[in-house]
């Protein structure tokens, strides 16, 4: 692999080409194109080769890309071929949702530690894994090597926790709760905004359903209802 920086719009787009290789391996295909890989990333074919290209990856002309190679290549652009602790912060109903979900040891992650403020929940165990308070984070960072931190509080607690993360060392977060937060330089934040894209999709879904209400207007009723 190069070690020259892979743009982040690249990076973005390799998670996507990495579920339909993995779907593709599982089905016994060797090889795949860039077209495919395209459709999956809502790209050009032309953008899947510069992509991957960062990872020196050229593939076959007329054949494509090997598979299992590609699968181990994206994986260690990405840093999945060792597992990452990672920890996470307010266990609602959200919160317990992503403690419970299989996915993540799938892929390379392991929950490592659940924290949360209420007395009602400390102490109490998800999956076998004990819910520690808020004011243990920087321990559980140390001792569980935890190198991702997710947010799943209220909004109006997550700025709060993200200084706790940053001061007891990490440098990355992924944040479900709606607010904007602010983080130091250095340290990577991702957010995660369910009623943002449940917001575009409404948009969608309503665009779908003007065009159908246009192509109705003018004509005969007997057409409108199909008969």
Known sequence: MTTRPVPDATVSRLPLYLRVLVELADQGEATVSSDVLADAAGVSSANVRKDLSHLGSYGTRGIGYDVAHLIHEIRQALGLTQHWSILIAGVG????????????????????????????????????????????????????????????????????????????????????????????????????????????????EQRDALRELKGTIGKPRGVIAGS
Not at 139 to 148: D, G, S, T
Request: hydrophobic fraction near 50%; glycine fraction near 8%.
């Open 93 to 204: 109903n959200l919160g317990q949702a992503l403690a419970r979900y299989k996915g993540f040891a799938e892929r390379g992650f392991r929950v490592a530690a659940l924290i949360d403020v209420d007395p009602a929940k400390v102490g109490s165990r998800i999956d076998g894994m004990e819910v520690r308070h808020l004011d243990e984070l920087p321990k559980l960072v140390r001792a569980e090597r935890v190198a991702i931190g997710v947010i799943a509080t209220p909004a109006t607690d997550a700025q709060d926790v993200a200084d706790r993360m940053v001061q007891a060392g990490l440098r990355s977060i992924l944040n479900f709760a709606p607010a904007m937060l602010t983080v130091p330089e250095g340290v990577t934040i991702r957010k995660v905004d369910l009623a943002i894209e449940l917001q575009i999709l409404s948009y969608y």
